[in-house]
């Protein structure tokens, strides 16, 4: 009978505080429609300077003493809001330093999510007005695209909505054009890319008519003889006779023959294919040699993937839409790489199967053959893991939960919701389809799970996980796969502004048998799709504080250095300072000190990564700085990507890591990251830490294994030349690869924006050494304007070469292929009134119009210009499917 009573009392309670929420809930639930619905959100970066205009950046703790000034501006269209019950949560990628508005508080939550609170001198939004928050944050904004989309709104316990005008990817709607404040200082000497200033860099490259283009294959071969005839594939199309070509790979080829209209058949033209591995001499595998006459064409190859390439230089001979005429020619050819490479980033913001699959096609098509799939990060774990269910259930989305267990806090603008690309994984069957995929287009795909550091998405889920296993009493099975250390107490920040709860503790046992089971499940997906792991990335980069870095001193130091950010660093602490599990270790003299962690649990999963029967580990090259050399592993061999910034001396530390004994992959942010801009201007995406801009010629430009040389061909990110001169000996690289992280890339649309056409100059580089590029010297200095080892004749003309090549057929091809490419802007100016255009790459249409885009115009000589017309320009291509970005001609 007592437990009777106590069970309806019970419910009586929990009754009542239901109403009570529901109540609550209804009483907010206003509060959020209406400012959701009423209210805009318009962002302004006032001044990039700010510290040269009477802001002390350094008082205010920023970074390097860099500071910006913006304004918020909040109208309301409807009727005065008065209730100050609410919050508006934003992403922002630079930390806010101070908020000039007495009304409103910003509060930093985690990474770049912060919230904006009424204070207690709120009075409210009035009827039809706008309300001022100005804001000094850290660093720049140059670009539209830094700032965030999906602004939203909470109220106690009502369902958050997204502020309608920023539930956007066209940024414009809420963001004011950056105007004048595109420089990061004052001796920032980049060009502003405009159509005047577009139309300078472009006027040395010329048209090529078809004769000069006839033969030429992308990425270029090794050695190429074009003959007189011309071979016509008629409707008999081609018969492919491909000995040593599994039929997986003979399928792929036999589906790209029949989107370009050529059917295989027994009558059509003959291919025929063999390997022999004698007739090539210290060739890296790929290698071929392939003879096109009249009758047919032969190919002699060291191996399947030298079959495969051979007949993709075949198909790139091949024109989209026009007769299918191939030119007689013999090719030797070997790759110049044996690492040809891309890194997508999908922990970010997730990419869906479809896209992935598409690049893997364009990878193939130009001979790249390593897809680095970085599966996990601090905002999003993409792979399902049998037996642990919350790395996908949590970890995998993204939502408003402060309590963090169902999903992980709303970053890089994906919102309350997870019904975005903040949200998403792949499951194993897609995973091993991807991988199937890859396998029959000679990629091997290269899975990254990153730690130490960037590890919250992972570290969240297991919290989740040992919330729920102890709740059930289960606290030996809670414990098992647990990442963080109770213990630890360490007040630290990472680059990207977490705390703590991002970096995996290395000296946990639970830690290890985190990552042993991981690779065991991604492995047995790796072998059921036929393609057995034979490199696993370990990540390793960024495991440390940024208060402690050099951009900041200490309030208290004496003297002060100008120019570094003033905090209070006696509270600051090395990422795992005050883990007794750390502290344990470095007793024991298993490490020799914190800072030394990262390196030593690299080395740690390499045994791991051996267990497995996997014999090579890759890592970016700050995961095993701290490794003597790469004998100090369990593996035989270690590669690392190479990303240092090539003026901030990664011309020279470049050698250190190849004499330590690791293959190296060049992956410099200032030339291969495709998550870059592609101009100078504000309304092209991409951040810019590294450089201002990564177009197809600066790419195109770049020489991977003689890295003092592009001082000669480049610039800094300031638009400033640098010398450059390697001290160290050097030997060849291992590898290239380029980069797209997803910070900022929200959607498959912008991860082909960004990624292609660029990706056909990395391909270009990859695959062939060309004859400007200088061999490596010791001691032998390069600057811009006062050395001059590089052909720039021979340079420009091989420039011209793959500009017109891409121009005139590579983009069909992408655009028969469905993809999503950026089409660049037209250079233009009006002289002696009459408008005069070019572009990037010859053979694409140029569209004017003097009615403000009313009606379009086909440029093809120069037009005259009436005066008080006011011209705008564009590039379009495949009947109008796609067009570039519009521009006045000023």
Known sequence: MKKFKIAVLATSIASLLSIGMIQTAFASQPIVDSISSQLSVKYTVNDNQAGEHGINCAALGADWAACNRATISLTNQGAAINDNNWAIYFSSIRMILSVNNDQFKITHITGDLHKIQPTEKFTGFPAKSTIDIPIVGEYWQLSETDVIPRWYVTSTDAKPKVIKNTDTEMLANFVSPIGDNWKRTPNDHNILMTPITRFERNTDVQMLNAEALRGQI???????????????????????????????????????????GIP?????????????????????????????????????????????YAVQS???????????????????????????????????????????????????????????FHLS???????????LPELTYVGSQRCHDLSEQKCLLPQLGSGPNNDNSGSGYFSREDYIEIVKYAKARFIEVIPEIDMPAHARAAIVSMEARYSRLMSEGKEQQANEFRLVDPTDKSNTTTVQFY?????????LDSS?????????????????????????????????????????????VSPKVDGKGLIDQSIEDHPWAKSQACQTLIKKGAIKDIEHL????????????????????????????????AKAFAVDKVTVNFWDALYWGGYDSASEWINKGYQMVISNPDYVYLDFPYEVNPKESGYYWGTRFNDERKIFSFAPNNLPQNAETSTDRDGNAFSAKGTMNWFDSYGLSAQLW?????????MEYMMYPRLLAVAERAWHQADWEKPYFKDREYKQGETHYVNQKLLLKDWTRFANLVGQRELAKLDLAGVDYRLPIPGAKIENNKLIANIIFPSLIIEYSVDNGKNWHRYTDPVAISKGDVVFVRSTFADHKKISRVEQVK
């Open 512 to 556: 290890k048998r985190f990552v042993d089971k991981v690779i065991t499940e991604i492995a047995k997906m790796h072998n059921e799709a036929g393609q057995p792991i034979s490199v696993w990335h370990f990540g390793g980069d960024e495991a440390k504080n940024i208060r402690l870095g050099a951009g900041y001193q200490d309030i208290n």
């Open 218 to 260: 992308l990425p270029t071969p090794t050695k190429l003889t074009v003959g007189k005839s011309d071979i016509t594939l008629d409707k008999k199309g081609v018969n492919l006779q491909l000995q040593g070509l599994n039929r997986a790979s003979f399928s792929v080829l036999s589906q790209q023959f029949k989107r370009l």
């Open 264 to 308: 295989l058949t027994l009558q059509g033209f003959k291919i025929e294919a063999n390997i022999d591995s004698s007739k090539f001499k210290n060739a890296l595998p790929g290698a071929y040699q392939l003879n096109i006459i009249d009758k047919k064409a032969t190919i002699t190859a060291v191996d399947e993937s030298g079959i495969f």
């Open 377 to 387: 990060d601090d905002e999003g774990w993409r792979i399902e893991i049998p037996g």
């Open 742 to 750: 997803s910070e900022i890339v929200r959607t498959d649309v912008q």
């Open 499 to 507: 705390d703590r709860k991002s970096y995996l503790n290395p000296c």
């Open 314 to 372: 075949i198909l790139s001979l091949i024109p989209v839409n026009n007769k299918p005429t191939i030119a007689s020619i013999n090719v030797e050819d070997s790759p110049r790489f044996e690492y040809r490479g891309i890194m997508l980033d999908a922990g970010r913001n997730f990419k869906s199967k479809d896209v992935i699959l598409r690049l893997l096609d364009q990878m193939a098509t130009y001979k790249l053959n390593k897809f680095h």
């Open 598 to 629: 990262p390196s030593y649990f690299a080395i740690e999963v390499s045994k791991i990564i051996k267990n497995h029967g996997i014999n090579h580990m890759q890592a970016w090259q700050d995961g095993v700085k701290y490794a003597k050399n």
